[in-house]
């Protein structure tokens, strides 16, 4: 009985946190987009000082690059220096 | 007739209507296929597109959907009768809204959980997808127009409930804040904020200080007021502008701060007045005693039920919530048919008890005609009467009237007000995408869209009067909002017909609600534009004669479209085509 409550309670936890995990989700995001375009700015054309070290994390952003594309609507990569499909 | 006879058929034929005609359209129309790799699968992001146990997702579904006016109908619309109210609700539930919701759904699964009005725009054309937006933006006016006068006419009739309704927004700034910074979970912020609010609500009903009454403030109501007005009309006009000023700092926020965290406090409610009064209804046993047809009515109810019950029959906007949001976290497709035909039973569940709560609480019949005399009595009084019915029924549970008064307008209201901030927001966005589709780039910055939302929505609430002068005519919009709403629901069911048809399925189960729906709706708009608001109207009014005549022409305009789509003059590609 008790454990069937505990489910229940937290049926119902699900529910209520489901657009807020959504939100937040998506502003984090947001905020991982914004630092992606800080540190690849080369890319599209702005000056970036620091380049050459950002550039040691290219291989740890290829699939959230590849992800980051499809999000924008972009089937294929819209840059020639990042190559991933 | 015992009102819990009338529940009992209600759900009985909503249990038949998911088990027998839902199986048969998810098997035999929308063919269902379990293997079927869906957008929350295919795109899956952690943001958007996120996979989600079905209970949970319908849950969801359910209170997004959920408001104030699968209430208001049916309160107004037992002016012709408990049985018309009755059949129109749970027939359209199992006919219309089920296979609404249900089809949006499964359209925008098949179609990368993209939203009806893309839909629109890749199934029919460009033209089709401004029709769309014109709709949903004159639909959100009317939300705005129709529950800013709600709220300001029930804070003006239970002063009781202002203080704790207001106590709701510090405390839902709290929530989010306590949540977003990830501290605790939302379960218990949420239910301690119900809990105060609660508290001060039955502190309010008793201690008569703490009842914010804007009348009384001015010397009752026969004193005057402001600018020459009236002390009702005046205390309208300073909450209408108050609660102006609240949607738009409600709609400019970020969702997280003040929106979300009011909707887990208000989802709470509805769970809780869902219960509270069903099991109310079931300890008092009341009677019906509203008539079972009213044959006086001074307004035939052929066609006007069906636009003053939009919601708990069917409802466009919950075609927006299908295929814009739920659409994306389905799990499985076969799922589609719980969480699209069960949320528009859910709905249909809520207007059954507003029909039961209405019809039971007047003494004799005759008490229900001294109030329910004409139709612009019924829907002056619908709302009022609802309270008043479900605090008889939470009287069951021995809770003292005036403070189950309190409760329940204070349930009333917190839907009124969620739909009031959600629907300003989405108008905001409609401004704005109408801005770059017009070219005015303007329209889509944050402050100038939400100034016009805001400001259109004051004007058209402000501008309509009722026989009891300024501030009385906010129901006058009640008929428009149906009829929008219908008119919505009339093009999602087409864009579903569409593509059934291109699939070579069988469409006749959506075709045939959606001519009812739109022939009622034509109906409804040609009688009251031209008999009643035009020039030589009985109740010439130019404002309503123009929004009326606006849907009446988008309605045609639907038609046409919908005759050119059905002979197969548009045939673009689609992804669920293959």
């Known amino acids: ?85 | 007739m015992s009102g819990i006879l009338i529940a009992l058929i209600g759900m009985a034929v909503f249990a038949l209507g998911y088990r027998y005609y839902s199986k048969f359209i998810a098997e035999k129309i929308f063919r269902l296929d379990p293997n079927y790799v869906t957008p929350a699968h295919k795109y899956k992001d952690g943001v958007d597109f996120v996979p989600t146990n079905k209970f949970v997702l319908w849950g969801h579904h359910f209170s997004s959907i959920a408001g104030a006016a699968p209430i208001l109908g049916p309160a107004i619309a037992l002016y012709w009768g408990w049985l018309p109210a009755l059949l129109w609700v749970v027939l359209g539930t199992v006919f219309a809204a089920g296979v609404h919701d249900f089809g949006t759904l499964v359209l925008s699964v098949r179609n990368k959980g993209q939203s009806v009005g893309t839909l629109a725009h890749r199934l029919v054309g460009q033209r089709a997808k401004i029709l769309f937006l014109f709709i949903i933006l004159i639909l959100v006016l009317m939300v705005n127009a129709v529950f800013a006068w709600v709220v300001a006419n029930l804070f003006i009739s239970y002063p009781s409930s202002v203080l704790p309704v207001f106590i709701q927004i510090p405390l839902a700034v709290w929530i989010g804040y306590v949540v977003y910074k990830g501290k605790t979970k939302m379960l218990i912020p949420s239910l301690l904020a119900l809990a105060v609010m609660y508290g001060v609500a039955i502190i309010a009903s008793r201690v008569e200080f703490l009842q914010i009454d804007i009348v009384q403030y001015f010397g009752g109501e026969g004193a005057a007021g402001i600018f020459g007005l009236g002390a009702v009309s005046s205390a309208f006009f300073i909450w209408i502008i108050i609660l102006m000023i609240y949607v738009y700092i409600a709609s400019t926020l970020p969702v997280w701060k003040l929106l979300q965290p009011r909707d887990f406090i208000n989802s709470h409610q509805l769970v809780l007045g869902l219960v509270i009064l069903y099991i109310g209804l079931f300890l008092t046993n009341p009677q019906m005693t509203a008539p079972v047809t009213n044959s006086g009515a001074d307004t035939p109810w052929l066609p006007l039920l069906f636009i003053t019950i939009a919601c708990g029959a069917i409802s466009g906007f919950h075609g927006l919530v299908s295929s814009g949001t739920s659409a994306k976290q389905l799990n499985n497709e076969t799922e589609a048919r719980f969480v699209g035909y069960a949320g528009a039973v859910g709905e249909g569940i809520l207007a059954l008890l507003s029909i039961i709560a209405v019809g039971t609480f007047f003494a004799t019949q005759s008490d229900f005609f001294a109030t329910y005399g004409s139709f612009v009595d019924a829907n002056e009084a619908g709302l009022g009467v609802f309270i008043e019915g479900a605090s008889v029924l939470a009287g069951g549970l021995a809770i003292p009237p005036d403070i189950a008064t309190t409760l329940v307008s204070i349930m009333v209201i917190s839907f009124a007000a969620t739909s009031l901030d959600t629907s300003v927001r989405l108008m905001r966005y409609i401004i704005g995408e109408l801005g770059i589709e017009y070219k005015v780039p303007t329209l889509n910055k944050k402050h100038v869209a939400t100034s016009i939302a805001v400001g259109t929505s004051a004007a058209l609430v402000l501008l309509p009067e009722g026989p009891q002068g300024f501030g009385s005519g906010g129901y006058l919009l009640w008929p428009l909002f149906g009829t929008s709403n219908q008119l919505l629901a009339a093009i999602s069911l087409m864009l579903i017909a569409v593509w059934l048809k291109r699939l070579g399925r069988n469409y006749i189960a959506v075709i045939i609600p959606m001519i009812f729906v739109m022939a009622m709706t034509l109906w409804a708009m040609f009688q009251q534009v031209i008999f009643e608001w035009s020039w030589f109207g009985t109740e010439s009014n130019t404002l309503l004669f123009i929004l009326g005549s606006i849907i009446f022409v988008f309605a045609i305009w639907i038609i046409l479209t919908a005759v050119q789509v059905m002979t197969g003059k548009y045939d673009k590609p689609l992804d669920s085509d293959h």
């Not at chain 1, 489901?18 to 998506?26: C, D, K, N, S, Y």
């Not at chain 1, 000056?47 to 040691?56: F, S």
């Open chain 1, 1 to 85: 009985m008790l454990d069937k409550v505990k489910k229940l309670i937290e049926f119902y936890e699900e529910v209520l946190s489901m657009p807020h995990r959504q939100e937040v989700a998506r502003e984090l995001r947001d905020e991982d987009d914004l630092f992606l375009l800080l540190l690849y700015s080369e890319m599209i054309g702005i000056p970036n000082p620091v380049y050459y070290y950002t550039l040691e994390l290219y291989p740890y952003m290829i699939e959230k690059f590849h992800d980051w594309h499809l999000r924008m609507g972009m089937e294929k990569s819209p840059l020639t220096g990042i190559r991933c499909c």
